[in-house]
């Protein structure tokens, strides 16, 4: 006695679509990704607890090296160049100005900027750079860089971002904040990598009752 | 998984005599390939998401409005902590005493973390409060960095201001008597490690 046969039914599925959906995503993500471009000035950052991110667009970038030396970053060619206008005739430096909008960031002491953007952008390094002087209170050049941001900008949206390395010292971190404050900037954002809040703590427990974080 | 044909045995005979010719399956097993385009995907969706840096917002307060308003704080709610080199990190509760017996030390985390002596400070508070709606008013921090504290120092404390949820908090400048029992005890520290 036979018994009657069950059509065995293959379990394999065709792939071919999967693998399709899987390389075109992984295509768009590739493709989507900015990389970060190799910096000039090599700086780690702090972690901490704030969970906003970080603004990429009308930003005044100020950075702290962890030899404590300043520069700073600015995404806006129109503010650069009033800026570059605005020094060549209060102090009369002599600013290529061309060079000034396209240069990624600023660190050297105003008397010398001109030989400063005549250095080739690529061989700007942040370790061979003098920086911007912020440690001499009676000579904190930052004061004047930001009392000319503030006019270039009044009014629009501007916010003002703070990059410290993790080992630069306290008074370079000093030397801006005085030059802030001398300007009536009393606002400002420091840049760090995210970090979850330790378990326990006020922060935590709040965040576990669902109350939204401020800042 | 690999794929068998098994098409072969399902075929009409295609009549005696006519011979058939063997057929190769072009079909390949895709099942790897899909687990490697994965694969790629969540490693790319998790490098990009975590590499973005977020921003802590810090207020200064404003140095000529009101110099009235300053040192009002209660004696009893306030914590100043200071910051050396090497990582090292003392406080004190309410005001420093001639006999600096009230100067502590601390640490950044661990044992007999900075966090601890927050939250015994912010409880002590919290249990003397007079006004029931808003329990800290009285909870100042006051925040003095020294000369040689780095960077990273300042941000981890504003950092645990913000993981405890202290409402109010400065960042002052050091004394020079502060600076010089900051600098004092750096050096016994790392005399004795």
Redesign the interface.
């Known amino acids: 006695m036979g018994r009657a046969k069950l059509p065995r039914k293959?379990t394999?599925i065709d792939?071919?679509a999967?693998?399709d959906v899987?390389?075109l995503?992984?295509s768009f993500?590739?493709l989507t990704?900015k990389f970060?471009p190799a910096e000039a000035i090599a700086v780690t950052?702090?972690?901490?607890?704030?969970?906003?991110?970080?603004?990429t667009k009308d930003f005044v970038l100020i950075t702290?090296t962890k030899d404590g030396k300043v520069f700073l970053t600015m995404d806006d060619e129109q503010k650069k160049e009033t800026i570059a206008n605005a020094l060549n005739t209060t102090r009369n430096l002599g600013i290529d100005v061309a060079a000034f909008k396209k240069a990624g960031f600023f660190g050297a002491p105003l008397a010398g900027m001109k030989s400063f953007l005549a250095i080739p952008e690529e061989n700007r390094k942040g370790d061979q750079l003098p920086g911007i002087p912020v440690m001499d209170s009676t000579n904190n050049e930052l004061v004047t860089w930001m009392q000319l941001i503030n006019e270039s900008y009044a009014g629009a949206k501007m916010d003002l971002?703070l990059k410290?390395?993790?080992?630069?010292?306290?008074?370079s971190?000093?030397g801006v904040?005085n030059a802030?404050?001398k300007n009536?900037i009393?606002?400002?954002?420091?840049?760090?990598?995210?970090?979850n809040?330790?378990m326990g703590?006020?922060?935590?427990k709040?965040s576990m009752n669902g109350v939204k974080q401020e800042? | 998984?690999a794929?068998l044909d098994?098409s072969g045995g399902g075929h009409k005979k295609k009549g005696p005599g006519v011979k058939k010719g063997k057929k190769l399956s072009t079909r390949v097993?895709?099942?790897p390939?899909?687990d490697l385009?994965?694969l790629?995907?969540t490693f790319?969706?998790f490098t990009?998401t975590m590499?973005?840096?977020?921003?802590?917002?810090?207020?200064?307060?404003?140095?000529k409005v009101n110099p009235e308003d300053q040192n009002k704080a209660k004696e009893s709610g306030v914590l100043t902590i200071l910051?050396g080199a090497d990582n090292h990190i003392y406080y004190y509760e309410g005001q420093l005493k001639s006999d600096g017996s009230n100067f502590l030390s601390a640490s950044y985390n661990g044992e007999n973390s900075i966090?601890d002596v927050i939250?015994k400070k912010?409880a002590d508070v919290r249990s003397r409060a007079t006004d029931p709606n808003n329990p800290e008013k009285d909870l100042v921090i006051v925040i003095k960095?020294?000369?040689?504290?780095?960077?990273?120092?300042?941000?981890?404390i504003?950092?645990e201001m913000?993981?405890?949820?202290v409402k109010k908090y400065a960042?002052v400048?050091i004394s020079d008597g502060e600076s010089q029992l900051v600098s004092i005890s750096d050096k016994s520290a790392q005399a004795q490690p």
């Not at chain 1, 410290?164 to 008074?171: F, R």
């Not at chain 1, 009393?186 to 970090?195: A, D, S």
């Open positions: 293959s394999t792939m071919t999967m693998c899987a390389f995503l992984l993500f590739i990704t970060k950052t702090p972690s901490s607890v704030a969970s906003k991110v970080a603004p702290i971002l410290g390395d993790n080992v630069a010292k306290y008074p971190f000093k904040i802030l404050k009536d009393l606002k400002f954002q420091m840049i760090t990598n995210p970090e809040a330790p703590s006020d922060l935590w709040q800042n | 998984m794929e098994t097993d895709l099942t390939m899909v385009g994965f790629l995907i790319f969706i990009t590499s973005q840096p977020t921003a802590m917002k810090l207020f200064l307060p404003d140095d910051m966090r939250m912010k960095p020294a000369k040689e504290c780095t960077y990273k120092n300042v941000i981890d504003l950092d913000a993981i405890n949820v960042l400048d």
